[in-house]
């Protein structure tokens, strides 16, 4: 089955700076790759997700990279806020092709330093 | 509200009772999953429906643990004789038929349960 693995597990940056997170998975056959956002005792929640037919998806300060040949995908968020703390999860499924059940990195706790 | 629900949202047990957990998914979306996910991890995927139909099951769903989705709407998943490792968030989740554009999935709230 496929295996997502996430760095780092932690993360703090000041006010203003950005944040990146690391994710790779092992099923060549996955095409989706969704981001979500899980604060203290509440759902998952998506923040932006890409399609393996494309290599860069931006939402204002979100943005998602993938690289399918070397099977990694990266979250980046610019001019971090205080909002933004949170745990984020990256996943890998493949999508509208086939059950679409996801498969869940381990998270990072990401602290934004006011 | 025409998310997920989930119910209950908070249940504490003795070890070896039997617990119920009740997903009422969005309306148009015939798939479901339920998820399990302990303190400081991702969730982990436990079983998928299409319909009433039990498509995938994870190896994580012990023979205490079973799930049904009889008329395709509403889905229950059920752990017989808790035990302590069984303490976790069960989430459930909802997509549209097909996967929907992108195979974006739904998530209710979900439901913690407390073994003691």
């Known amino acids: 089955g496929e295996n997502v693995e996430q760095h780092p597990s932690t993360l703090s940056v000041q006010e203003g700076d950005s944040a990146v997170i690391k994710c790779t998975y092992s099923?060549?056959?996955?095409?989706?790759f969704p981001w979500y956002k899980q604060e203290l005792g509440k759902r998952p929640q998506l923040i932006i997700d890409?399609?393996?037919?494309?290599g860069e998806k931006k939402d204002q300060r979100i943005a998602v990279t993938l690289n399918k040949t070397a099977k990694h995908f990266s979250l980046h968020i610019t001019e971090t806020q205080p909002e933004d703390s949170a745990v984020y999860f990256c996943?890998?499924?493949?999508?509208?092709?086939?059950?679409?059940?996801?498969?869940f990195g381990t998270g990072t706790r990401l602290t934004v330093i006011p | 509200d025409t998310g997920v629900s989930q119910d209950p949202r908070h249940k504490i047990t003795k070890r070896g009772q039997n617990v119920t957990f009740r997903c009422d998914p969005i309306s148009e979306h015939n798939r479901l999953y339920w998820y399990r996910q302990t303190l400081g991890q991702g969730p982990e995927f436990l079983t998928y429906?299409?319909?009433?139909?039990?498509?995938?099951k994870s190896r994580l769903l012990s023979d205490r643990f079973s799930a049904e989705r009889p008329k395709g709407s509403f889905s229950t998943l059920e752990i017989q004789r808790t035990e302590q490792g069984d303490s976790a968030m069960y989430l459930c989740a909802s997509s549209p038929p097909g996967g929907g554009a992108t195979g974006e999935l739904f998530f209710g709230e979900g439901s913690r349960l407390t073994v003691l």
């Open positions: 099923d060549s056959a996955s095409n989706y």
């Open positions: 429906f299409q319909n009433e139909a039990q498509l995938e």
């Open positions: 890409i399609r393996s037919n494309v």
């Open positions: 996943a890998a499924s493949r999508g509208a092709t086939g059950a679409n059940n996801l498969f």
